[in-house]
């Protein structure tokens, strides 16, 4: 998954408009322009399309945790230079408040399972032996689970309809 299809999904899904989108970018101390964020959300053949930084996606999910748990005290996390799914995975976990549990049910909703250990393994640091990478189906899962949990089967109709 492009870190594109990502805001794009987090968007729909959650039901932000443009000024929301600045509003959770603002929520992680960064100024973003409507322009910036519809040429990244826009069609990736589309004209004015542009690509979204590794940085620019982990700066939306810090201000979405911002947004959604309310800002810590102190220093706020550095946005990561390079994201990974599991990265992108463990901040909407973060930001929605979910334990394994939670996303497990989640994820059952698209049919899609894993165990308790499985899920941890995207978690762990990538140096621990029980580290497993996040591939592209498992975040797609998780995100088309949440969709689905938000907006209802007939949302996922919608979104295959636009393509």
């Known amino acids: 998954m492009t870190n594109n299809d990502v805001l794009r999904r987090v968007r729909y899904t959650f039901d932000l408009n443009d000024s929301e989108m600045i509003a959770i970018f603002a929520a992680a101390d960064c100024e973003v322009t409507r322009e910036q964020v519809c040429s990244w959300l826009k069609g990736d053949e589309a004209e ?20 959604k748990r309310g800002k810590k005290e102190g220093e706020q996390a550095a946005p990561e230079q390079k994201i990974t799914n599991n990265i992108i995975f463990r901040k909407l976990q973060i930001a929605l408040n979910l334990k394994a549990d939670d996303v497990l049910e989640l994820l059952k909703l698209v049919d899609f399972r ?3 250990h499985e899920l941890s393994a995207f ?8 580290y497993r990478e996040c591939k592209d189906q498992v975040l797609r899962n998780f995100l088309q689970a949440l969709q689905i949990n938000l907006r209802g089967v007939e949302s996922l109709e919608e979104t295959t309809d636009e393509k």
Do not use: P, T, W
Request: hydrophobic residues 30%; proline residues 0%; positive net charge.
């Open 48 to 67: 004015g399309y542009k690509s979204c930084s590794d940085e620019q996606v982990a700066i939306f999910l810090n201000g979405f945790i911002n947004q």
């Open 114 to 116: 894993l165990s308790k």
């Open 123 to 130: 978690f762990r640091k990538v140096d621990h032996k029980h």
